[in-house]
């Protein structure tokens, strides 16, 4: 999906009622970190979440991508598979 397509999907979330919408994984790609900022400075009731590892870039991204939304949140996981 583009970063705008993206943006409609979270718009109408947030209209249907969504209170947490996880945008993307910003260190996966620029257009990520792009779509999950863009998302976080429009939505207005949901929260706002980025993925990430709990890897300290992976933390810092995330929250960077998240940190003008209204409702910020990072989201984290522990890889387990080898290749994360």
Known sequence: ?????????AHKLEN???DIIEAGFPIASTGDFEAVQRISREMRN???AALARCRREDISLAWNAVRDARHP???TFLATSDIH
């Open 1 to 9: 999906m583009t970063v705008d397509e993206k943006l409609r999907v």
């Open 16 to 18: 249907l009622g969504v």
């Open 73 to 75: 949140r990072v989201h």
């Open 46 to 48: 949901a929260s706002v």
